[in-house]
């Protein structure tokens, strides 16, 4: 049985890519960081799919919650196949208002947070003879997005991040590519106005933005694909393009 553990899956998009790998038959862990009453009732929809996923907490920004939660992982199962790192913040500030805080709390954990998880899998993987390592980035670390300086040069830096270790880990048949979304129906983007909507979707070439589901195939077709490496895979209906 193939295993999957993806961080920041119990919501949004997080929630979609641990259904699609459900749904393909894997054995997924679900890692969260606070929010325990959401992750319960993400456990106990899939519960009533028929899946039963397991339930990790953990900071991926602090390093010992991170090992922490790696450990708790291999001791339930001997080998870990595909890791998505997904969990991410934003902030939306004009530079002038971004704080050394917000600043410090993004890059912790859209860019740490992906290092420290890497880092633990990446022996595993190679001991195991292969792994696939799927990291999300965004459409903005590809293009920018103004008042969200922090969070784009994040996104960019997962990008370089994953482009780097892919070659590193190559020859260990460890496979690492990124998913870069675009304007996805999510939560992250509940601070826009309908009008706002509007003009953003007259920006997509496909007309409408995307669902949580469509990155998940993304996910889904880079975890398949094993001679794909350092790529980076834009789901946006050719947003940014």
Known sequence: ????????????????????????????VLNYSTNEKAALATQEEFN???????????????????????????????KLDVLV????????????????????????VNVKGTFL?????????????????????????????????????????VIAFTKALAKELAPSNVRV????PGVIDTGMNAHLTRDEMEELISTVPMGRIGAPEEVAEACLALADCRYITGEVLSVGGGFGK
């Not at 553990?5 to 054995?27: N, S, V, W």
């Not at 009533?48 to 390093?63: A, F, K, M, T």
Request: proline content about 1%; glycine content about 10%; aromatic content about 10%.
């Open 85 to 108: 790192n997904n969990a991410g913040v934003s902030k939306i500030k004009v530079i002038q208002d971004t704080s050394i805080h917000d600043w410090n709390r993004i890059f912790d």
């Open 48 to 78: 009533i799919q028929g899946y039963c996923p397991v339930l990790l907490r953990g900071d991926v920004s602090d390093e010992l919650q991170v090992c922490n939660m790696f450990k708790e992982f291999f001791s339930i199962y001997d």
């Open 117 to 157: 998880c890497c880092r633990e899998a990446a022996d595993k993987m190679i001991f195991a003879g292969g792994g696939s390592i799927i990291n999300i980035s965004s459409i903005w670390g590809e293009v920018g997005a103004s008042c969200e300086v922090a969070y784009s040069a994040s996104k960019g830096a």
């Open 177 to 180: 590519n990124c998913v870069s």
């Open 1 to 28: 049985m193939k295993t999957a553990l993806i961080t920041g899956g119990t919501r949004g998009i997080g929630k979609a890519i641990a259904l699609a790998f459900l749904q393909r038959g894997y054995e997924v």
